[in-house]
């Protein structure tokens, strides 16, 4: 079992309960030495003064911030660690967000958070249960490793979250750094663009992180066994030319008809969620040829609904999404939690 990288307990109201983070991702990238060509010889960095080409060693560095060209303030390691966040232990959260309200490009690390003792586990679960079931996610601030962090904690099916999130002055304006932007939005009723969204529907696919993998690792080590055998490496493909304006219609138009041909090739042209979407409609169809004395009643017809509103509340956020899926419930990614036992409960009522 890995060991925690901090320790120290999180507080829920008046709940304190002991926690560990743990990292929850690693790097898989392929690394390489640096060599002189030629040789074998690995080449090294090393800390150089620049004026005498000496080498200085560590313990005769200090840290120097610049005000003018060739002015600096030095500032000693002792006096850095002085003035660092305290040593806290705690992750205390302010208050609760939606989970669609923080955006992607704050999200910086995700740690998973374990309760630290087999006594706390009925505590951690309530949490995590209940962060769950409201789809939303904690927000505080933590010290670690002489460093605050603004975070978010929030629900998976099995564990508690932590990401570190960037600071607000950390994230840039769009507009300062992205040429080119548009200065208006598109027309909402341009044919262009229902025909844009007619196509990511057609390419709208569950996702499973599973049938993703990293293609450029394995080229990398494909090249490096082919050099090693002395083999040909063969160069990738160059990307695509860019779609022209006065064609963007008709390659829009032809994405569509090409998306849902293969899905008619891989059997009926429609995913779990087409198929859910065709039963509902068959579903409807009859409804509406089924005769008048054939018909339940309306009362019946609401209490089933109450009924299946009420069980659809006892559900997580994940088992609403799968149900959605299967139902073919369209924007179901960015609904709510109760946006999703709406949707499931209009469907079927």
């Not at 309200?101 to 505590?123: L, N, S």
């Not at 979250?161 to 598109?186: F, G, I, K, N, Y």
């Not at 005769?291 to 088992?319: F, H, N, T, V, Y």
Request: aromatic share 6%; proline share 4%; glycine share 10%.
């Amino acid at each position: 079992m890995a060991r925690p990288i901090w320790t120290g307990v999180l507080t829920f109201g008046l709940v304190t309960l002991p926690v560990g983070l743990y990292t929850a991702t690693e790097d898989h990238t392929v690394h390489f030495h640096q060599l002189q060509r030629g040789t074998s010889d690995r080449i090294r960095n090393k800390r150089v003064n620049e004026r005498t080409g000496k080498e200085v060693g560590g313990d005769r560095i200090v840290k120097g911030y610049e005000i003018d060209e060739g002015e600096y303030v030095v500032v000693e390691p002792e006096e850095l660690e002085e003035i660092s966040p305290g040593r806290s232990k705690v992750i205390d959260l302010a208050g609760f967000v939606d989970l669609c309200e923080v955006e992607p490009v704050y999200f910086d690390r995700t740690y998973y958070v374990g309760p630290r003792g087999k006594e706390y586990v009925k505590v951690y679960e309530l949490m995590r249960a209940a962060l769950d079931r409201a789809d939303k996610a904690g927000i505080a601030t933590l010290t670690m490793r002489g460093k605050e962090y603004l975070t978010a904690l929030r629900a998976q099916p099995r564990v508690l979250v932590l990401h570190t999130l960037h600071w607000a002055d950390e994230v840039r304006d769009p507009a300062s750094v992205v040429p080119d932007l548009p200065e208006r939005r598109t027309s909402s009723d341009s044919k262009e663009l229902r025909t844009a969204e007619q196509l990511i529907d057609a390419l709208t696919i569950e996702w499973n992180p599973d049938e993703y993998h990293d293609t450029y690792e394995e080229r990398v080590l494909k090249l490096v066994a082919a050099k090693r055998k002395g083999e040909e490496v063969v160069g990738e493909a160059e990307p695509p030319e860019a779609t022209n304006v006065i064609d963007l219609m008709e390659a829009l138009s032809r994405s569509v008809e090409q998306s849902r041909s293969r899905g008619r090739k891989g059997g009926d042209g429609k995913g779990a969620a087409g198929k859910a979407r065709t039963g509902a409609g068959k579903t409807r169809a009859a409804a509406k040829k089924e005769p008048a004395g054939k018909k339940k009643s309306a009362g019946r017809k609401g209490a089933a609904g109450r009924k299946e509103s009420e069980d659809l509340a006892s559900l997580s956020k994940a088992e609403l999404q799968k149900r959605a899926s299967a139902a073919g419930v369209a924007g179901r990614s960015k609904m709510t939690r109760d946006q999703l036992v709406k949707a499931l409960a209009g469907q079927a009522a």
